[in-house]
């Protein structure tokens, strides 16, 4: 996802020279061929993201377009004050683009974990938030937030997952992606899930189980109308996501199907609220907290 993210940004600057890339004292081996492009569009601000919120502000109102890249944690919860105040307050044309979603950054501990940032950015006016699940889903994204005005955070994971679209498929702003149909349940992913929600209806299925599988890569704003017509009938909902049971795309499912007074079941499968005491793979942490492919699969089968 990283190096698909970065890849659109050069197709879209080279076609629009008001494109910026701030980065937080990170990019190597990642952004030596946009900094070799566009020199004098590429600023390393160094480890001080609010002043390079404040700087992309800026930008933002002297007509540029600035994207803001760094580590999850330190691209959001360290500066989400100038978030708020600098950016989202005055609807400001920044993308703010976060790395390592969830435990990508597991073997570095608890500092570099992301399980908070959906919750935290989700509640601020004016932003779209995006949590794509491979590659495809990051360019069409990207392409599409970079049509539209206004702050959107792109919550991207480093390691892990596959791509798990055909290039061909369309991924729109809010709307929910349908990977087939099914009657015995629905698996709504985003993130690393996407490929491992593929993997598990395919193995659900070889056992006489037929889920509906939806990426749901927006999570503001979501098409309510476009998501109550796929679970309107459905009596058995599981949300997977590597973010906090608390404020993530479990939660935002909640909201919309209690507002439309729905009468089924919805499990959400998330990490728990608690900090991981331990360092380790992102593989490991997931074991530890229940959430690799395995695990998920006992559970639905025990839930069904």
């Known amino acids: ?18 494109i910026y ?15 070799k492009k566009f020199p004098n569009r590429f600023f390393n601000c160094g480890i001080a993201e609010q002043n390079m919120m404040g700087v992309a502000a800026g930008l ?87 049509k539209k005005k206004g702050p959107a955070y792109f919550r991207l994971t480093n ?11 369309k991924i729109k702003i809010g709307e929910p992606f349908v990977f087939n149909k099914g009657k015995d349940g629905t698996l709504i992913v985003n ?19 037929n889920f509906k599988l939806i990426s749901l890569p927006t999570l503001k704003p979501i098409n309510e109308e476009s998501l109550w017509k796929e679970l309107k009938n459905q009596k058995l909902v599981f949300s997977l996501e590597e973010h906090s049971l608390i404020g993530g795309m479990g939660t935002a499912l909640a909201e919309i199907l209690s507002d439309k007074e729905w009468k089924g079941t919805l499990k ?22 229940h959430l690799t492919k395995e695990q998920i699969k006992k559970y639905i089968l025990k839930t069904i």
Request: glycine share 10%; proline share 3%; aromatic share 12%.
């Open 191 to 209: 993130g690393i899930f996407l490929s491992i929600g593929k993997d598990l209806i395919g193995e659900l299925k070889k056992m006489g189980y």
């Open 21 to 35: 890339l701030l980065t937080g004292d990170l990019g190597f081996s990642v952004f030596e061929t946009f900094a």
């Open 60 to 146: 933002a109102l002297s007509g540029k377009k600035p994207y803001v890249y760094s580590i999850i944690p330190f691209v959001t919860i360290r500066c989400l004050e100038q978030i708020k105040d600098d950016i989202a307050y005055q609807n400001l044309n920044v993308k703010v683009v976060g790395v390592g979603g969830g435990y990508s950054y597991g073997y570095l501990g608890a500092t570099h974990h992301a399980t908070e940032d959906i919750a935290m950015i989700r509640v601020l006016p004016n932003f779209r938030v995006f949590a794509p699940g491979d590659s495809v889903e990051t360019k069409n994204l990207m392409m599409e937030a970079y």
């Open 1 to 18: 996802m990283r190096n698909a993210f970065v890849e659109t940004l050069i197709k879209l600057a080279e076609k629009d020279k008001d």
């Open 268 to 289: 959400r499968v998330a990490s728990p609220d608690k900090f991981f005491p331990k360092v380790g793979k992102a593989e490991y942490i997931r074991e530890k907290y």
């Open 159 to 169: 390691v892990g997952g596959k791509v798990t679209h055909h290039n061909k498929d």
